[in-house]
């Protein structure tokens, strides 16, 4: 068990023998009431647009398992530049976090996507961008197409033990020559008899180092380039799959990022998720909660970063007062927040829309763009406002800094987002 | 076995939120704060549920006295494992000053009521710290109990408590019917799971009101005031042990 926990957990006994005060002594008191509660995380029965009860629940469930079993040793994580992932996926598999829109055959829940988001805001908690990309990857972005149009026996062979974290999955599409456009990417993959012949590399690969499989999207026909493409699951301990190396990155350390070779990796054609040539448009598909997922987890962060900057710049004092006391802070600080909330309902109406079965690739991209342009404003005008700490290696805002930039490059950077944005505009040059 | 398990859970302040006393001194700020279930009782949950996987007991029932939001609590102890849930309503100024006195008449009336062959319950709340619920259940239905249990087991039809005292750890054998309290080495609670989480839903929370019980809830205790502890002021460090001697004959502590 976690040793914050269990330090809060052995002074609780020691209360038995200490004497006076009326209520409880162990806790921390502030040094004045102040006229309004702080707003601590409530979930007391109050309206929610988009959460039930069962939500609420949830979060408080997943919290438990972040403060005790992931938390505590993210420092260290961050520093050995890997986290374990078979260990961390077994526990949020076995507490049936990581199958919650995926079918229950399947050892999933079968609920439908605003618990996946609830989900997603409750691992912002986490201190670290690297882990909850991590988790993210293995239960929304690898998993989608192949819970939606794998075959039973593909869905019982990967989907199943995904689900239940005992094997890793990671995600094959960008390459070092193709990343925003997913069209170009030359990885091939041959058909001789009833087998593949694979030849290429992947890039920017998410828990390459140490995934089971892959869910690989390859050609497989020469077609035009939309229509030739097949999601392939591509076992990760095959002959002729080199890891060739782990990344280096400015942020998201304690997550292995790896760069994949295949030379005449040979695997089985009933491998292919669905229809082979409808790779290009699986891939899309999976997109829309790709996006979602990644606005719901990076709000929590940015809210718990702005609060953070609350505390710091409360009892930070420069020319005899508080930070926070100085106008342009605590209005800045306003700004960010209300940018928040206004990204969150964003989200909750387009996670509303989408289980309804509409579709929201509008504004599911409008709500990336936002997060990762937000982001990158929370985390500098924070870091100001930090001062030399914030430049420092210990404090949360400087990892979030670093971490977030990447929100407005990966899983479709910005210029992507906009320019889908403009198809439904109907502004883009005409032919 | 047909044993059935009746355990009480307190919704409480959570464990790391920042207490504030209310500008008034007459208790401390809970509105919006985060709440949870006590950590005691958590672990006395968690046994429950333990026992039941072991076959020892039937049914796990979890009762909570408060109002609406207790249900939050006691849906937690559904989702690690418990059977159905008793719902107390008490709510108000009742609320405000209920204590283990009132609790324990009610634990005792519904103990009676449900049949139950035993009470687990947590030693004590984190919010008042008072640690007689369980004891004055145990007196008022006169029934053995084993308070502060770091270990619990069912030998031939009686509970062998082992119990963590000042002096160390003393075992007794005490019959059934018992109340036990759960002290911190009991067990580590498991994590609610997601797909109990979702089951938890179906099961039943029946509402009962303490006139129901023929239990009156005013209560003989009146909070006068309450404040923060004293501010602990700096210490003073000194050179040597004459230095020590000295300062402590100068303040006539020796």
Known sequence: MALRAKVLRLSLAVNRNLPKTVFCNKRYFSEKSSSNPKASVSTENIDHVLYTEEHFALKSSLRKIIDQEINPYVDQWEEEGQFPAHKIFKILGSAGFLGVNKPVEYGGLGLDFSYSVAVAEELGNINCGGIPMAIGVQSDMATPALARFGSAELKREFLLPSVMGDIVACLGVSETGAGSDVASIKTKAVRKGDEFVINGGKMWTTNGTQADWMCLLANTSDDPSHKNKSLICLPMDLPGIQIARKIGKMGMWSSDTAEVFFDDVRVPCKNVIGQEGMGFTYQMLQFQEERLWGVANILTMMEKVVQETINYTRQRKIFKQPVLNHQVVHFRLAELQTEIELLRSLLHRATALYIKGNDVTKLASMAKLKAGRLARGVGDSCLQYWGGMGFTSGVLVSRFYRDSRLMSIGAGADEVMLSIICKYMDTLPRK | ?254
């Open chain 2, 1 to 254: 076995m047909s044993a059935r398990v009746l355990v009480g859970v307190k919704r409480v302040i959570d464990y790391a939120v920042k207490i504030r006393v209310k500008p008034d001194h007459t208790g401390v700020v809970t509105d919006g704060v985060k709440h949870s279930m006590n950590p005691f009782c958590e672990i006395a949950v968690e046994e429950a549920v333990r026992l039941k996987e072991k076959k020892l007991v039937k049914e796990i029932v979890a009762v909570s006295c408060g109002p609406q939001q207790v249900q939050e609590t006691i849906r937690t102890a559904l989702a690690m494992g418990a059977d159905r849930g008793i719902h107390v309503e008490v709510s108000g100024k009742d609320y405000e000053t209920l204590g283990p006195l009132q609790v324990s008449k009610i634990m005792a009336a519904l103990a009676k009521k449900e049949e139950a062959d035993l009470i687990i319950l947590g030693k004590q709340a984190i919010d008042d710290d008072c640690n007689q619920t369980g004891q004055m259940t145990a007196a008022l239905l006169d029934w053995p109990q084993g308070t502060f249990a770091s270990e619990l087991t069912l030998e031939g039809g009686k509970l062998k408590v082992v119990r963590e005292v000042d002096g160390g750890l003393e075992t007794i054998m005490i019959n059934m019917p018992a109340v036990v309290t759960a002290d911190l080495r009991l067990n580590t609670p498991r994590y609610a799971t997601l797909p109990n989480i979702m089951k938890a839903k179906k099961k039943k929370i029946a509402n009962v009101k303490p006139a129901d019980l023929g239990v009156d809830v005013t209560s003989r205790l009146e909070v006068l005031n309450v404040d923060e502890p004293a501010q602990r002021l700096a210490g003073v460090k000194v050179e040597t042990v004459e230095d020590l001697v000295g300062k402590l004959k100068e303040s006539g502590r020796i």
